[in-house]
């Protein structure tokens, strides 16, 4: 019996030791690293392209609003179509003038004023870009990699059970177990293979999402190693909201409502336009120099409506910032103990917990290849070890996926 129970601990440790090649061949040749993902979506991430292009366009809407109004030409001719001596073609007097529009109050200041504030959230707008960019990139990765992971889990387990129901047959031919038992090893092995087909499914899902990401094909191997590393998490540091991109970009559109109130206050007073030409006198065939200046009443138009509406524009830019300030305050302290928790669960799970449910498992096989423990017993213990794993993955992922949520709330304009 003793050589019995060494033989079979031989087999098991040589299962194991192949298990655990088989969920590390994975990190052979070839690996797909995080930054790698991450340097070929910005390459060619449309959301980016967008930003930048905004960028551009804020930038010649700056030298838009540098430029000063277009001088006007005008040619008059008086004295045509009259009654006795203004009948006829010689009289007409004819006039030509170039008048030159002279901005009051400021207004060309105040436009490049404007204009710059809206260059700055289009910069803000780009480092967004990115940031949600690394926050997509990062889910999928890890959801690629943890979809990996659940196929290497559920191919075991679909190994086990074939295992277990060559085990059965052998026990009911010798007739030390009943046929019902047979059965249910076989059910066991159905159930079995279906998930693996399903893991693989999820799996070639995650990896076309990846690859979509990327702009290529993302078949080869990814980074294990990475996921399966927890990062000790302290406690929570406290964090300055106004460094934040979401506060950044409130603080831009505040400016900006500043902006477009001195802006309006500028339309208030009338620009002159000064204008100076010659004149012809048909008489003498002379040329008189004439000169004009003309400045618009504001009769009907006052823009006192206008201001009040910048006015407001700016009340409610400065509610936003202070409101944007508080929610990022609260989301940054949810996402910090979100880590703290989730690395607190990854490590409990990845190790004592599923070191546990292997030794369990190995001890039920091992039994009930020698008839001292009974199939309800061993597919209890594969059970559990089936959802240790499980929660092991899930764990690790969660935990991921919360480091990449807080990364993505504490990402500032001077990291890009």
């Given at each position: 019996m003793n050589r019995v129970i060494a033989a079979v601990l031989a087999v098991t440790s040589c299962a194991t030791e192949a298990q655990a090649q088989t969920s590390g061949s994975a990190t052979d040749g070839p690996v797909l690293t995080l930054a790698q993902a991450l340097d070929l979506a910005g390459a060619s991430a449309p959301s980016v392209e967008a930003a930048t292009a905004g960028v551009r366009a804020a930038s010649a809407a700056r030298q838009v609003a540098a430029l000063r109004p277009n001088?006007?030409?005008?040619?008059?001719?008086?004295?045509?179509?009259?009654?006795?001596?203004?009948?006829?073609?010689?009289?007409?007097?004819?006039?030509?003038?170039?008048?030159?529009?002279?901005?009051?109050?400021?207004?060309?200041?105040?436009?490049?004023?404007?204009?710059?504030?809206?260059?700055?959230?289009?910069?803000?707008?780009?480092?967004?870009?990115?940031?949600?960019?690394?926050?997509?990139?990062?889910?999928?990765?890890?959801?690629?990699?943890?979809a990996d992971r659940r196929l290497v889990t559920t191919r075991d387990q679909a190994s086990l059970a074939d295992d277990a129901l060559h085990a059965a047959h052998i026990r009911v031919q010798a007739g030390r177990a009943s046929p019902l038992e047979e059965q249910r090893a076989d059910v066991l092995r159905i159930n079995a293979r279906t998930a693996l087909d399903r893991a693989g499914r999820l799996a070639e899902l995650a990896h076309g999402n990846l690859g979509r990401r990327i702009g290529r094909s993302a078949t080869v191997s990814l980074d294990e190693r990475w996921f399966n590393r927890v990062d000790s998490y302290g406690p929570a540091q406290i964090l300055d909201a106004r460094q934040t991109l979401g506060a950044a970009a409130a603080r831009s559109d505040e400016r900006t409502a500043a902006a477009q109130v001195r802006l309006a206050r500028s339309q208030r007073i009338p620009d002159v336009t000064l204008s100076a030409g010659a004149r012809r006198l048909p008489i003498n065939n002379d040329v008189a120099a004439v000169f004009g200046v003309s400045i618009p009443l504001p009769l009907f138009n006052r823009g006192t409506a206008a201001v009040d509406q910048a006015s407001a524009e700016q009340e409610r830019a400065s509610a936003l910032r202070r409101a944007t300030e508080i929610d990022t305050e609260q989301a940054v302290a949810q996402a910090q103990a979100d880590v703290a928790n989730a690395a607190a669960s990854a490590r409990t799970a990845a190790g004592p917990v599923l070191a546990a449910a292997q030794e369990a498992a190995r001890i039920a096989r091992i039994g009930y290849r020698e008839g001292k423990f009974g199939q309800l017993d061993l597919l209890d213990a594969e059970r559990t070890l089936a959802e240790t794993r499980a929660a092991a993955i899930d764990a690790l992922a969660t935990f991921h996926h919360a480091q990449a949520e807080l990364d993505r709330l504490t990402a500032s304009v001077s990291k890009d």
């Open positions: 001088p006007t030409i005008s040619t008059d001719i008086e004295n045509v179509g009259g009654s006795r001596a203004y009948n006829i073609i010689e009289v007409p007097k004819q006039t030509v003038s170039v008048g030159l529009p002279v901005e009051m109050g400021g207004k060309r200041s105040a436009r490049i004023a404007v204009a710059d504030a809206q260059g700055q959230r289009a910069g803000i707008d780009r480092a967004i870009a990115e940031a949600d960019l690394r926050l997509a990139i990062t889910k999928a990765y890890v959801e690629a990699v943890a």
